[in-house]
């Protein structure tokens, strides 16, 4: 079954730029998602179709897919970023997958 | 606006059959385009997609679940239904919905969970 990987935890300084990662084979072939989830809380779609912000998301998420990875750049992170962040892909047209998730911590 | 919101046991037995239900507004599941997934999220780890189940009543599942798993949907009620068979355990966890639209392909909008315990 497919898989998607992502590094369990990213830190970053507020104000700097925080990148996390997220590996499949041939994942730039397929569209990446990906998720925010703050502690007690549901899931928010903050990138669809590799590059696209739902509205609402702030400008400074961004996202990028080619060859094997996908990543999502945070730029000028604040302190109200901190949390899990998750990809996903479609496998199949209808077969999802989530990656392992990872924490990113402001500090 | 568009509300999820999930509904069921909080507290299962192993081996029993884990019936919850999504109760969706906002949409409307026989719009072309329009999906309806269950997610789950065991204690501190990570989302496992489930099931899906499209505006045409086509269902898709978890390759390593599916044989467990049923979904349905009753569109004049709004509700989509996930029914688990044998639960173990290891089925503890929070159990989301949330919509996919096919124009975005993720899922935009997301119930707030419900956690169900398996344990005898």
């Known amino acids: 079954s497919y898989e998607l990987t992502q590094p369990p935890s990213v830190s970053v300084s507020p104000g700097q730029t925080a990148s996390i990662t997220c590996s499949g084979d041939i994942l730039g072939n397929k569209y990446a998602y990906w998720y925010q989830q703050k502690p007690g809380q549901s899931p928010v779609l903050v990138i669809y179709?590799?590059?696209k912000r739902p509205s609402g998301i702030p400008e400074r998420f961004s996202g990028s897919n080619s060859g094997n990875t996908a990543t999502l750049t945070i730029s000028g992170t604040q302190a109200m970023d901190e949390a899990d962040y998750y990809c996903?892909?479609?496998?199949?047209?209808?077969?999802?997958?989530f990656g392992g998730g990872t924490k990113l911590t402001v500090l | 606006q568009v509300t999820l919101r999930e509904s069921g046991p909080a507290l299962v037995k192993p081996s029993q059959t884990l019936t919850l239900t999504c109760t969706f507004s906002g949409f409307l599941l026989s719009t072309s385009g329009m999906c309806v997934s269950w997610i789950r999220q065991p204690p501190g780890k990570a989302l496992e997609w489930l099931a899906l189940?499209?505006?045409?009543?086509?269902?898709y599942y978890s390759t390593s679940l599916k044989t467990r798993l049923t979904i349905s949907k009753d569109t004049s009620k709004n509700q989509v239904v996930l029914t688990m068979t044998n639960v173990d355990p290891v089925d503890t966890a929070t159990y989301y919905c949330?919509?996919?639209?096919?124009?975005?392909?993720?899922?935009?909008?997301w119930g707030q969970g419900t956690l169900v315990t398996v344990s005898s």
């Open positions: 996903q892909a479609w496998d199949s047209s209808t077969s999802g997958v």
């Open positions: 189940i499209d505006w045409d009543g086509d269902k």
């Open positions: 949330a919509r996919r639209l096919a124009s975005v392909g993720g899922f935009d909008y």
């Open positions: 179709q590799d590059i």
